[in-house]
């Protein structure tokens, strides 16, 4: 460890004793998600599990609630139900690194891990360039940095980041996302037979790439994988216009469905397809697990979307994951379901069959909370169904669209609405809702709406309103908070 880099790993400590208290004050703090300890949490990296132990990585800024030169915060599970905060993995303590050691992946090869990350140097608006670097590690906890290993080829910008490694055979893939000089988003492939030296293969995907018209002038977070017998490349377009219900947010997150040619140098693919309609979500990474279960954990959060309207930030601290979600291919669309390991955080169900609501807006007894999970089996739905949280948020459906609505976090004043249309009518809801975050699973995990939400705080009270007659059954849990040890 150089003098500096200890200096860093002091200053973080610092931060955190000071901010504790103030953090562990506030009323929004996350029961069973990942939160920051202070500071800014954003994207999830470097999700692995090695020799049974689940590791995730995470951007974080301890010294503010806004973006800046990250760090590599780390959490570690055996049963991604209960997580230790261990040390600080990475900081920006290099040459090439020093304005952000940004997200990237982990791999295993020779029984160590591997860190693949961006090395953030900054110009006076945007980067200035971007490297990706080589971290190893013996015993998962402690890394030794190996310094550049890709440079950014000719004809891109400073915007080059988010390394996502993987093995097929015996070579060694990596895709980052780039900006191109003529300011379009793109998936850039390199290959590997030593993860050391990379030959630059091609952008394999991106904005006026093969059949996609323009499509935004940045893609961050690539991510390549088989699921189920079918390839998916999954990735973050900026710059993409509000299109009816489609790309309501800041920024996109979804993916596309398609197939590698021979030389597994081109990837020929159908049509975008986000992964998530809620107000917060963003940056997902995914890993396959020693099950063989494709896992995914995504941010909560956007950037550039009004990230210092959260009130969190005057408890010193903003943002979350989401929960550990399994991905299937179902021949159509990916489905998301939370890893089943999450019902160890359940005490006794509460459970009410065949309720019938009909003209009315009604509570069912004991259906409230703050840390819970609800699952809705709906057996007849007539017009309109909807359920308001809390006095703050309300998920309605009608006509196959199914509508979350919040207070506009930058202006109370107002409503924001996020909206999908399912291909089929409603039949399931699970809810999983903690403090101030609602991931809502529809029908089975087609549909995701992930977002954070601010009720006050000693807000319980949920509603179920029907127009026509609704018949549906409800279970409850409530859920226990990991230790955060
Ligand atoms: C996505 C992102 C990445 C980058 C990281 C920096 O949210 O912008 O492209 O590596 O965040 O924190």
Redesign the pocket.
């Known amino acids: 460890m150089s003098k500096h880099d200890a200096e860093l790993r002091k200053k973080v400590e610092t931060e955190i004793q000071e901010h504790k208290q103030t953090v562990e004050a506030d009323t929004y703090r996350q029961n069973y998600h990942h939160m920051p300890p202070v500071g800014l949490m ?2 999830p990296n470097g999700f692995i599990q090695w020799k049974g132990t689940y590791h995730l990585f995470y ?1 974080w800024m301890p010294f503010d609630t806004a ?1 800046g030169a ?1 760090y590599w915060g780390h959490f570690t599970s055996e049963d991604l139900v209960n997580w230790k905060q261990e040390d600080v993995a990475l900081t920006p303590s290099d040459w090439y690194d020093e304005d ?1 050691v ?2 990237g992946s982990a791999i295993v090869h020779d029984d160590q891990l591997h860190l693949f990350y ?1 090395g953030n140097i900054e110009g006076e608006s945007e980067p200035e360039v971007e490297y990706q670097c080589l971290a190893v590690s013996q015993d998962g906890l402690h890394f030794e940095k190996k310094g550049v290993i890709v440079e950014t080829p000719k004809g891109y910008t400073g915007h080059f ?2 390394p996502k490694v993987w093995k097929e055979g015996d070579q060694w893939f990596m895709v980052v ?1 780039a900006q191109t000089e003529d300011r379009q988003g793109k998936v850039v492939l390199f290959r590997s037979a030593d993860l050391h030296t990379w030959e630059h293969v091609g952008p394999i995907a991106g904005s006026k790439v093969g059949k996609l018209g323009e499509f935004g002038y940045m893609w ?2 690539p991510d390549v994988f088989e699921l189920d017998g079918t390839d998916v490349l999954m990735v ?1 377009p900026q710059g993409i216009e509000a299109d009816g219900m489609d790309y309501a947010n800041t920024y996109q997150s979804g993916y596309f469905i398609g197939q590698w040619d021979e030389t597994g140098e081109t990837f020929q693919h159908g049509d975008f397809r986000e992964l998530d309609r809620g107000f917060e979500f ?2 997902p990474q995914t890993t396959r697990d020693e099950k063989g279960r494709r896992l995914l954990v995504g ?1 909560m959060g956007v ?1 550039d979307q009004y990230e210092q309207a959260h009130p969190t930030v005057e408890h010193g601290w903003v943002h979350c994951l989401t929960i550990p979600r399994e991905l299937k291919w179902n021949g159509e669309r990916i489905i998301q379901t939370p890893v089943p390991e999450l019902a160890h955080m359940r005490g006794p169900v509460l459970m009410h069959s065949s309720i019938t609501i009909e003209n009315d807006q009604k509570a069912v007894r004991g259906v409230q909370g703050r840390s819970i999970e609800l699952n809705l089996d709906f057996e007849s739905l007539e017009d309109m169904f909807a359920i308001e949280l809390f006095q703050y948020a309300s998920l309605s459906y009608k006509d196959h669209v199914v509508t979350l609505s919040r207070p506009h976090l930058e202006d109370l004043s107002k409503t924001e609405f996020r909206r999908v249309k399912l291909d089929e009518g409603l039949k399931n809801l699970r809810l999983f809702i903690d403090q101030s975050s609602l991931e809502i699973f529809i029908n089975g995990g087609e549909e995701v709406f992930t977002s954070r939400i601010y009720p006050q705080a000693e807000e319980e009270h949920i509603l179920f309103t029907s127009l026509g007659s609704t018949t549906f059954s409800v279970e409850k849990w409530e859920l226990k908070g990991y230790e955060f040890s």
């Open positions: 954003n994207d951007q973006h990250k952000g940004y997200s961006t980041r988010d996302g961050e977070c973050c963003y940056a941010w950037p």
